[in-house]
C-alpha cells in the first residue's frame, strides 16, 4: 500500500514563531488532507489539497503532486495550534476511498 | 451547518453489552465510512458505504457491524464489544466521486472504553 511519512515527529515553538510540517508520501494520490487533532481527539479539517497552494489565515499548504510531497506552513503560532498534524492521502480508482494516515506532527507551542 | 455528527462523544460501557455509534452527515453525501485511531497504529477503516444499502469492509472489520437504511445516516453497532474494541472512533462522509476526487469530512469521534 502507499506509505505517508510525516516530519518532524515533534516540533516545540515559541509563540510567534513560524515552522514547515512535512508529508512525502510513495505514489500517486487524488486527494490528500491536512487535519489538526486537538488535545480533545476532535480531528479539524485544514485543507483539501491535492495539488497547488492553498492559505486560511495563518496556515497555508502546497502539494507537488508531481514529487509527491505536500508542505504545511503555520505563521505566528499559538498555544491553540498545539496538538497532532496529520497527512492524509487517497489512492484514487476504488470505491473504498481510505484514507491513508501519516503517524503525526505532535506540535507544542510554548507562550 | 453542514457537518457530520456522531453520538455519543464518550462511551463507558462493560464486555458483550450491545451498543451502537450514531453518526449522521446533512450534506447529502453519497459516501460514508468509520475509523478507529488507536496508539501506534494510527487510523484504520473499519466499514465504509457508498451509497444506501451498499456497505463492505475496510481494513479492520471484525467485530463491528453497519448498515445504510437511509443517505444521512450510517451506524457502527457492536453487537458483543469487548476490551480490545477500546478506541477513539471518527465517522467520515463525502460526495459521490464520479469524475473526480473529494474531500471527506470528519464528525467529532468517540471515545469508548470496554471494561
Known sequence: ?111 | EAQVTQNPRYLITVTGKKLTVTCSQNMNHEYMSWYRQDPGLGLRQIYYSMNVEVTDKGDVPEGYKVSRKEKRNFPLILESPSPNQTSLYFCASSPDPRGGSYEQYFGPGTRLTVT
Open chain 1, 1 to 111: 500500500g502507499i506509505q505517508v511519512e510525516q516530519s518532524p515527529p515533534d516540533l516545540i515553538l515559541q509563540e510567534g514563531a513560524n515552522s514547515t510540517l512535512r508529508c512525502n508520501f510513495s505514489d500517486s494520490v487524488n486527494n490528500l488532507q491536512w487535519f489538526h487533532q486537538n488535545p480533545w481527539g476532535q480531528l479539524i479539517n485544514l485543507f483539501y489539497i491535492p495539488s497547488g497552494t492553498k492559505q486560511n489565515g495563518r496556515l497555508s499548504a502546497t502539494t507537488v503532486a508531481t514529487e509527491r510531497y505536500s508542505l504545511l506552513y503555520i505563521s505566528s503560532s499559538q498555544t491553540t495550534d498545539s496538538g497532532v498534524y496529520f497527512c492524509a492521502v487517497e489512492r484514487g480508482g476504488t470505491g473504498r476511498r481510505a484514507l491513508t494516515f501519516g503517524s503525526g506532527t505532535r506540535l507544542q507551542v510554548q507562550p
